[in-house]
């Protein structure tokens, strides 16, 4: 499903070869997650024209990611022969509109610019709870939205991110920006690269929800017996209900209607370990 975040033409298909190995897995359906856009006949047509005319992307994938050689020759083996450059371009921007969400990974600048981002209070974080002299962990920071505001009253934060890119550009942006209590670490949450009980702050941002319940238990385990685990989205247009599955593991929640009339939730449970 494309979220419209980008204008596919301002992109190269070469974007593909900035992904992380876990990226290509997901765009090639092998992610622990299910099929995803790969299930859908359309996204495996443009993926194999993309796979098939541009060798550089094909050995890409099968170098970064050997798991996927299967998938690529059928994908390739698939694909229509002489096509024009033009119906190749149009596979192409089908191909990387449907994906934008990962596009804008390898281009921190465009992501950071989103409207979820750009022009968001970071007092929608730092009200949630009290942030002074905590010490804290924030779980797929993307452009550090929710670490950079958490960092301006935190004794120390902790921004992980499993993308290469987003990872250099974070610690860009902590030179640019002069803090002194932020490190940049890779990982994931479902193995979050940390002893139990570690933090006082467990936050994240459109990052939890594809298997919820061991997300948020991996979260606990990190979080200091009384400490917080957050969820904090920024701003967007989508109308919204509480969060069920959120309720039932916990958390309670605030709402506020963003600039844009959406439905702005943000979950908060504090963590009982007795
Ligand atoms: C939509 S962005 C949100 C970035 C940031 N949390 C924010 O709210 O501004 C989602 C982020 O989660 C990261 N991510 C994706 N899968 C993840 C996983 N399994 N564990 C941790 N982070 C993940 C992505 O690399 C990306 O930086």
Known sequence: MSFHWINAE??????????????????IGLSPYGEGHYACEAYRAHLGVALAYHPAVRWYFEEKCPESRERVRHLV???????????????????????????????????????????????RLTEMTDFTGKTVLDIGSGTGRLAFAAATKAKWVVASEPVDRLREYLREKR??????????????????????????????????????????????????????????IGEDEHRRTPDPAL????????????????????????????
């Open 10 to 27: 301002a992109f190269s298909i070469n974007t593909l070869l900035l992904m992380d190995r876990w990226i290509l897995n997901y765009l």
């Open 247 to 274: 309720l039932r593991l916990g958390f309670s929640y605030t709402h506020h209607v963003s600039r844009l009339g959406g439905d702005i939730y943000r979950y908060l449970k504090r963590v009982d370990k007795a």
């Open 77 to 123: 083996e698939a694909a229509p022969k002489g096509l024009t450059e033009r119906e190749v371009r149009q596979s192409e921007l089908l191909l990387l509109d449907e994906i934008d969400s990962f596009v804008v990974y390898a281009y921190p600048e465009v992501m950071e610019g989103l409207s979820y981002t750009a022009g968001w209070d970071p007092r």
């Open 175 to 232: 030179a640019r920006l002069r803090v002194k209590n932020l490190t940049v670490v890779d990982g994931t949450v479902q193995e979050i690269p940390y002893p139990d009980n570690a933090f006082d702050i467990v936050m994240s941002g459109h990052v939890v929800g594809d298997d919820l319940g061991r997300e948020v238990a991996e979260m606990e385990r990190v979080a200091k017996p009384g400490g917080v685990v957050l969820t904090c």
